[in-house]
């Protein structure tokens, strides 16, 4: 499986700023995904990043809050806009395939808090 | 969309017994359903997965099996032991899914007691 790495690993920010977190994977991949995982919670899907073109955003979650880059098949970034405390959560990204058989592999993910 | 239900919320087992998890699915379509296991701190982990056209499918202690009839799939532990403990996530995918998305469940927090 691909070795994805993601930076920062863990943040503490003031509210009002922003936070780009980047995703890194050794091989190029079809799929990458951004997802939020607040404590204790399941998995939710933010948006799918696609390479040279706008990424695709999930019902509640919306590009200006949550803009993303794909500019190649191996890296992408999620920005966290105009932080609050609500948006202090685990951020993933996720890579895979495109057919509906492919496994789905998680970075290490970044903990966020947002003071 | 699809949705995924998982349960139990929590499970508690005495080490040696065996764990559970069932979860059920709405899309009829869905065609993947893989497992993952997240221990505290650490990323989820793909532990095992099965496709709509199996039945079954076992890795050493821990087994899959899918139901389509009844749209539902199950994870069994076997033997289990304290490093079972973990949260559990099934997911389902469809092929109808845009952008070949997953789907996931709630989660299942498990605990292994020795």
């Known amino acids: 499986s691909a070795v994805i790495s993601q930076k920062p690993s863990r943040d503490i920010c003031q509210r009002g700023t922003s936070l780009t977190i980047q995703c890194q994977v050794d091989?190029?991949?079809?799929?990458m995904f951004w997802y939020r995982q607040q404590p204790g919670q399941s998995l939710t899907l933010i948006a799918t990043?696609?390479?040279?073109?706008?990424?695709?955003?999930e019902s509640g979650f919306v590009i200006d809050k949550f803009p993303i880059s794909r500019p190649n098949l191996t890296f992408s970034t999620l920005t966290v806009s105009n932080m609050s405390p609500e948006d202090s959560s685990i951020y993933l990204c996720?890579?895979?395939?495109?057919?509906?058989?492919?496994?789905?592999?998680f970075g290490p993910g970044t903990r966020l808090t947002v003071l | 969309g699809e949705n995924v239900e998982q349960h139990p919320s929590t499970l508690s087992v005495q080490e040696g017994d065996s764990a559970v998890i069932k979860c059920t699915y709405s899309?009829?379509?869905?065609?993947?359903f893989p497992w993952y296991k997240q221990e505290l701190g650490k990323r989820p982990q793909l532990i095992i997965d099965?496709?709509?056209?199996?039945g079954e499918k076992k890795d050493q202690r821990i087994a899959v099996t899918l139901n389509k009839t009844a749209k539902h799939f199950s994870l069994h532990i076997t033997e289990t032991q304290p490093e079972d403990s973990a949260v559990y996530f099934c997911?389902?995918?469809?092929?109808?899914?845009?952008?070949?998305?997953?789907?996931f469940g709630g989660g299942t927090r498990v605990l292994v007691k020795p």
């Open positions: 899309d009829s379509a869905s065609n993947y």
């Open positions: 091989s190029q991949v079809t799929m």
């Open positions: 997911a389902a995918r469809s092929p109808k899914a845009a952008g070949n998305k997953l789907t």
């Open positions: 099965i496709r709509s056209n199996v």
């Open positions: 996720s890579v895979g395939g495109v057919s509906s058989y492919n496994e789905q592999f």
């Open positions: 990043a696609n390479q040279g073109s706008e990424a695709t955003y």
